[in-house]
């Protein structure tokens, strides 16, 4: 079984662009979640969609956003791009939404801002 | 609140050496998971374990083993022989509430094993 998978795995844009993320979960997992990690936060939850429908949010300005397909891919979405957004941002799935489901994690997509 | 508390901030070994990493929890839940990943310098996160509140048997997989202690709210992860590829950071986490996808990782420790 194909794990979750990131696109693209490295980005490089300017302060004031927007970028957006692509993630495509596990076969078959139906919750997606978002993290951010940077050196001086850590992992930071972002977002968790789930049947499409935002579920959760971290406590991150309205410049990051996401969505959910009906084939639970999801994309994420940050605007007006700013030096402190550079980060490694993760991707997770799981079969359920509950908290005993396990998250799998995808190889993330680093994202530098100049 | 939930917090995951990793006071080791990077230990360096020796290859065939044993190490512990240390993991706190703070949890008001009466009942919850708690979880180890692996991110090795790719950056992907590698799950490693989870584990039941109400399960403390010690669980061991391969050179892996978990020591789960309820009264004192660890959950402390042992790498026995440690080898090279075990080098990597380590968190452990531990879900946000109930209903909720949300992970609270601690700041992870960074294990280097040396030659």
């Known amino acids: 079984k194909a794990g979750v998978t990131q696109t693209p795995r490295y980005l490089i844009k300017t302060r004031g662009q927007q970028v957006t993320l692509s993630c495509s979960p596990i076969s078959g997992h139906r919750s997606v979640s978002w993290y951010q990690q940077t050196p001086g936060q850590g992992l930071q939850f972002l977002f968790e969609y789930f049947s499409e429908t935002q579920r959760n949010k971290g406590n991150f300005p309205g410049r990051f956003s996401g969505r959910q397909f009906s084939n639970s891919r999801s994309e994420m979405n940050v605007s007006t791009l700013e030096l402190g957004d550079s980060a490694l941002y993760l991707c997770a799935s799981s079969r359920d939404r509950g908290r005993s489901d396990t998250q799998y994690f995808g190889p993330g997509t680093r994202l530098t801002v100049l | 609140a939930q917090k995951v508390t990793q006071a080791q901030t990077e230990i360096s070994v020796v290859e065939k050496e044993d190490v512990t990493l240390d993991c706190v929890y703070e949890t008001r839940d009466t009942t919850y998971y708690l979880f180890w990943y692996k991110q090795p310098p790719s950056g992907e996160l590698v799950f490693l374990i989870r584990?039941?509140?109400?399960?403390?048997q010690n669980e061991i997989s391969g050179r892996y083993s978990w020591n789960f202690q309820k009264s004192t709210s660890s959950f402390n992860f042992t790498i026995t022989a440690s080898q090279v590829v075990d080098s990597a950071v380590y968190f452990c986490?531990?879900?946000?509430?109930?209903?909720?996808?949300?992970?609270?990782f601690g700041t992870g420790t960074r294990l280097l094993v040396s030659p």
């Open positions: 584990r039941n509140s109400f399960d403390e």
């Open positions: 986490a531990l879900p946000y509430n109930t209903g909720f996808q949300k992970l609270v």
